[in-house]
C-alpha cells in the first residue's frame, strides 16, 4: 500500500467513546487512512465500519474510561495485539444539561446535584486523566507519541445549562496546555480539539433535548430550530463530523510535528462577539 500524505499506516491509535458520533468518525478516518484502531466505549457490542482491504485494522475493547483498572485492561489488550501505541484520543464524554439553581421548581430533576455532577466529571475529567496516564506509561518507553484531547467550544466559551460539562472541558484544555510542559521534554505531543455545533448526531437524545431545552426556558421545538440557525457562525453553516475527524487525523501525524499544546476550536469562525 503507498503511503498517504499523513503517513499513519500501521499506526496504533486508540480512541475513547469511538462507537457514536465524533468519535465514530475519528475511528473511520484512521481506518481509511490504513491506521490499526483500537475503539474503547461502553457499548455491549463493537461498533460497524467500513473497511476494506487498504484500510487499517479494528478491534474493539469494552470500557468505562472512569474506571482505571477498566482502562488499563483497554492498554494491554492493546499493546497485546498491536505492539504497540502511537496516539491516545481521548474523545468519551458524556453532557447531562442541569441548572446551578432551578428557581422555579427548587431540587428538580433539572437541578444540578452531586450525582450528576460526579457523574460528568468522573467521565470528561478524570477518564482523561486516567487514559493518558496509563497511555504515556508505554509511550516515555521509546520517547514518542500524541494524545489528542477533546475539548468543546463550550469550554473555551461556557454554555447555559450546561455549566459542568463546559467546566470539566476546560480542564481537559487546561490538561493539554500542562501536560504539554511536562510531556514535550520526553518526546510525547499533547494538542486539543473544540467542536462547535456540528451536524446532528445519534447522541442527540430526547432526553437531552428536554433537559437542555427546560434549562434554557424554552421548548424543544425551539431547540431544534436554533440548531438550524448559523447567523453566530461567520462559515454559515454547521460543521461535519468528518471535519473533527480530518483535523484529528493532521494533528496526530508527523505532518503536526511542531504543534504542541494548543487547543484548536472546530466551530465555523463562531465565538461570543
Same mark, same amino acid.
Request: net charge neutral; proline share 2%; charged share 25%.
Given at each position: 500500500?503507498?503511503?498517504?500524505?499523513?503517513?499513519?499506516?500501521?499506526?496504533?491509535?486508540?480512541?475513547?467513546?469511538?462507537?457514536?458520533?465524533?468519535? @465514530?468518525?475519528?475511528?473511520?478516518?484512521?481506518?481509511?487512512?490504513?491506521?490499526?484502531?483500537?475503539? /474503547?466505549? #461502553?457499548? $455491549?457490542?463493537?461498533?460497524?465500519?467500513?473497511?476494506?482491504?487498504?484500510?487499517?485494522?479494528?478491534?474493539?475493547?469494552?470500557?468505562?474510561?472512569?474506571?482505571?483498572?477498566?482502562?488499563?485492561? #483497554?492498554?494491554? @489488550?492493546?499493546?497485546?495485539?498491536? /505492539?504497540?501505541?502511537?496516539?491516545?484520543?481521548?474523545?468519551?464524554?458524556?453532557?447531562?444539561?442541569?441548572?446551578?439553581?432551578?428557581?422555579?421548581?427548587?431540587? $428538580? @430533576?433539572?437541578?444540578?446535584?452531586?450525582?450528576?455532577?460526579?457523574?460528568?466529571?468522573?467521565?470528561?475529567? @478524570?477518564?482523561?486523566?486516567?487514559?493518558?496516564?496509563?497511555?504515556?506509561?508505554?509511550?516515555?518507553?521509546?520517547?514518542?507519541?500524541?494524545?489528542?484531547? #477533546?475539548?468543546?467550544?463550550?469550554?473555551?466559551?461556557?454554555?447555559?445549562?450546561?455549566?459542568?460539562?463546559?467546566?470539566?472541558?476546560?480542564?481537559?484544555?487546561?490538561?493539554?496546555?500542562?501536560?504539554?510542559?511536562?510531556?514535550?521534554?520526553? /518526546?510525547?505531543?499533547?494538542?486539543?480539539?473544540?467542536? /462547535?455545533?456540528?451536524?446532528?448526531?445519534?447522541?442527540?437524545?430526547?432526553?437531552?433535548?428536554?433537559?437542555?431545552?427546560?434549562?434554557?426556558?424554552?421548548? +424543544?421545538?425551539?431547540?431544534?430550530?436554533?440548531?438550524?440557525?448559523?447567523?453566530?457562525?461567520?462559515?454559515?453553516?454547521?460543521?461535519?463530523?468528518?471535519?473533527?475527524?480530518?483535523?484529528?487525523?493532521?494533528?496526530?501525524?508527523?505532518?503536526?510535528?511542531?504543534?504542541?499544546?494548543?487547543?484548536?476550536? +472546530?466551530?465555523?469562525?463562531?465565538?461570543?462577539?
Amino acid at each position: 500500500m503507498d503511503k498517504s500524505w499523513l503517513e499513519l499506516e500501521n499506526k496504533t491509535v486508540i480512541v475513547t467513546g469511538g462507537a457514536s458520533g465524533i468519535g @465514530k468518525a475519528v475511528v473511520q478516518e484512521f481506518l481509511d487512512n490504513g491506521a490499526n484502531v483500537v475503539v /474503547g466505549d #461502553m457499548n $455491549s457490542t463493537a461498533p460497524k465500519f467500513d473497511i476494506s482491504d487498504n484500510s487499517g485494522k479494528m478491534l474493539y475493547v469494552k470500557t468505562d474510561v472512569s474506571s482505571a483498572d477498566s482502562v488499563n485492561e #483497554m492498554v494491554e @489488550k492493546a499493546k497485546e495485539t498491536y /505492539g504497540k501505541i502511537d496516539v491516545l484520543v481521548n474523545n468519551a464524554g458524556i453532557n447531562i444539561p442541569r441548572l446551578l439553581m432551578d428557581d422555579k421548581e427548587p431540587h $428538580s @430533576k433539572y437541578e444540578l446535584d452531586e450525582v450528576i455532577f460526579d457523574k460528568i466529571v468522573n467521565v470528561n475529567q @478524570k477518564g482523561v486523566f486516567f487514559c493518558t496516564q496509563a497511555v504515556v506509561r508505554e509511550m516515555v518507553k521509546v520517547g514518542t507519541g500524541v494524545i489528542i484531547n #477533546m475539548s468543546s467550544e463550550s469550554g473555551l466559551e461556557g454554555s447555559e445549562g450546561q455549566s459542568i460539562y463546559a467546566a470539566t472541558k476546560n480542564a481537559v484544555n487546561s490538561f493539554t496546555r500542562s501536560w504539554a510542559k511536562e510531556l514535550g521534554k520526553k /518526546g510525547i505531543r499533547i494538542v486539543g480539539a473544540a467542536p /462547535g455545533i456540528l451536524e446532528a448526531t445519534g447522541l442527540r437524545t430526547i432526553e437531552y433535548e428536554t433537559a437542555l431545552a427546560y434549562t434554557r426556558g424554552i421548548t +424543544v421545538e425551539d431547540l431544534r430550530a436554533g440548531y438550524s440557525k448559523t447567523s453566530t457562525i461567520p462559515l454559515g453553516r454547521s460543521g461535519k463530523l468528518t471535519e473533527v475527524a480530518n483535523l484529528v487525523c493532521f494533528l496526530a501525524s508527523n505532518r503536526a510535528n511542531y504543534i504542541h499544546g494548543v487547543t484548536y476550536n +472546530v466551530a465555523g469562525g463562531k465565538t461570543r462577539g
